[in-house]
């Protein structure tokens, strides 16, 4: 079944341009934004309360009805008006950038250059209603995901509660793509922390303002993946080249600590920290892991771990090892061979394999569920669905046992995947750059095809219907603050 986006403004063939639904005193919206929106958008027949359901289920009767989003989620984002389907919808200015249509109001006249300047100053000032509250500002505990976007250098936040995108934070600090490329969240739930697969920079936010902490510079690269200490002090960061290396960076003082494996490393991706005292990263091109000490940062010393039984080290093996995480009680490690199809199982303590699982068609990223004793693999490239207008999967292991167990119709090349056992849904990023994939809703001031994420509900290992979400251009990695 192909990847349909239906759009919160296309069934509007029947609006009428009746009087407003509502008064604009009791709106909720600034006086300027009501004399906009209610006697233009809110009619009968088109978003108001009444005849929402026949307009992708958005009705803009009040400022409280249009921040519940509608059938396709949320249509303005506080302080980012370059992503709200508020403003791409209504725009017909060159100057205000990109323009989608069929342009709304239907049938009737545009915004005016006024109008839509206004529009626009609003909702980058955060949106607020006519208290001045802004959306999603009154909890600094909110429980809520971190999105990549990497075309965009932005960061979608979703509120956890709604799954509606309630904000987007650019990111980087040049003004040419850096392409952020994983988000993590530190164990004490403090920082997010974000790496650039084209950048100098490792970024540090707060978890509770989304506000920048800090930017340590580190050496040009493509810096792919991270890992933390369990004390939440150190940040480790690989830059995935011929001449790798991983960047050491001090939580506490927000500085770049040490570069180390530089003229050792070849190809280093995924990163895994044993015990604080052991470092991995997976080789990417190869059939071998690196493993260094690191508890004196000024003396290390990596060796290799080959990850087939009875081999030699081989540069040129068909395994090709992306990614590397722990089980929950850290007894065994699973390695994602992209190139091989399967996932190799590792014991920790003995770096030695205790057995390979077939998955779908190049495997990458993982996420646990402890309550299901899942661990979910995403397959970008997998063809199982193919006949449905779906490439990629998700394979399903049974982490206890060590088995496939199932595999799973996701979206449209599916990367960054993250178990919520809290809401018992697999939140599942699809990238979407394939030329064969499914049409964007929508263009983006940024260039590339939009991707979007989609959940998976643990409990039937089946996609929720119509939670399709559009993100911006080239979605990659999650991250998740419960």
Partial sequence: MRFIYAFILLSF?????????????????????????????????????????????????????????????????????KLSSTRLFTNTYDKYGVKI?????????????????????????????????????????????????????????????????????????????????????TPDGKYWCVCFASGDVFQIFSTQTDQLVASVLIPPGSWNTIAFSSDSKMAYSANTDSDGKIACINLQTFQLQKIIGSGTLEWPHGVAVYNDTVLYATCNKGNYLYRANISDLDNVDFTTVIVEKNAALNKNSSLDIHE?????????????????????????TKDTLITVISTGKYPVEFSFSKKHHYLFVSCMEDITFLNEG?????????????????????GFQPHGLWANDEQELLYVINRNISPDGPAPHHTSYCSGKNGYYNLIDMKTLQIVPKSNRELSTDPYSIAIRN
């Avoid at 394979?395 to 088995?403: E, F, K, M």
């Fill in 324 to 348: 590397m995480v722990y089980s929950p009680d850290k007894s065994k490690y699973f390695l994602s061979c992209q190139t091989s199809n399967e996932v190799r199982v590792m014991d920790a």
């Fill in 13 to 81: 063939t029947s609006c009428k341009r009746d009087e407003p639904a509502v008064d604009t005193k009791s709106s909720g919206y600034p006086p300027e934004i009501a004399k906009i929106i209610i006697p233009k958008c809110a009619n009968s027949g088109c978003h108001n309360s009444i005849s929402k359901s026949a307009a992708a289920g958005l009705s803009l009767s009040t400022f409280d009805e249009m921040m519940q989003g509608g059938n396709n989620g949320a249509v303005t984002i506080p302080y980012f008006s």
């Fill in 101 to 185: 249509q069929p342009t709304m109001p239907l049938y009737a006249a545009h915004l005016s250059e006024n109008e839509m300047e206004t529009i626009i100053n609003w909702i980058d000032k955060g949106a607020p209603n006519h208290e001045g509250a802004i959306k999603f500002s009154d909890d600094l505990f909110r429980k809520k995901a971190y999105i990549t976007n990497q075309g965009c250098d932005i960061i979608a936040v979703l509120d956890l509660k709604t799954n509606l995108i309630m904000r987007y934070i650019e990111v980087g600090i040049r003004n040419y793509p850096e392409v952020p490329h994983t988000i993590k969240i």
């Fill in 390 to 410: 779906i490439k990629g999967s998700i394979t399903v292991i049974d982490y206890t046992n060590n088995s496939a167990i199932s595999t799973i119709k996701s």
